[in-house]
C-alpha cells in the first residue's frame, strides 16, 4: 500500500508565497493536489501525470501555482506565489496508479493527511 506524506503548509499573509510537499512511498502514474475550504467541497488545484510530465490546473490556479514532480524522490511538489484569503483550505496530495481522470476526485484511491494552508493578514 502505497503511502502519501505530505509538508509544507502554514499561516501566510496575502502575496506570499509556500510550497506544499507529497513523498509516495511507492510508485504512482499520476498525483494530484486538492483542497478543501470549511464548508465547501473537496475541489482539484492541479495535477501531473507521472511518465510525461503532463500538468494541468484549476482556473484560479493558472498563473500563480506551479506543479511538479521529483521522479528520483516520488515526490510531488506545489508552489504556491501570490497567495489570496480564498486559497485557505486544507490540502491534500492524492495519487493513483491509473493516469485517467487527472482533475476528479474519482480519479485518485490514495489521500494525504492532509496539511492546512491559512492566508490571512
Known amino acids: 500500500q502505497v503511502r502519501l506524506v505530505e509538508s509544507g503548509g502554514g499561516l501566510v499573509q496575502p502575496g506570499d508565497s509556500l510550497r506544499l510537499s507529497c513523498v509516495a512511498s511507492g510508485p504512482v502514474a499520476k498525483m494530484g493536489w486538492f483542497r478543501q475550504a470549511p464548508g465547501k467541497e473537496r475541489e482539484f488545484v492541479a495535477g501531473i501525470r507521472w511518465t510525461d510530465g503532463y500538468d494541468v490546473y484549476t482556473d484560479s490556479a493558472k498563473g500563480r501555482f506551479t506543479v511538479s514532480r521529483d521522479n528520483a524522490k516520488n515526490t510531488l511538489n506545489l508552489q504556491m506565489n501570490s497567495l489570496k484569503f480564498e486559497d485557505t483550505a486544507v490540502y491534500y496530495c492524492?495519487?493513483?496508479?491509473?493516469?485517467?481522470?487527472?482533475?476528479?476526485?474519482?480519479?485518485?484511491?490514495?489521500w494525504g493527511q492532509g496539511t492546512q494552508v491559512t492566508v490571512s493578514s
Open positions: 492524492a495519487a493513483s496508479s491509473n493516469i485517467i481522470y487527472l482533475v476528479e476526485t474519482k480519479g485518485y484511491d490514495l
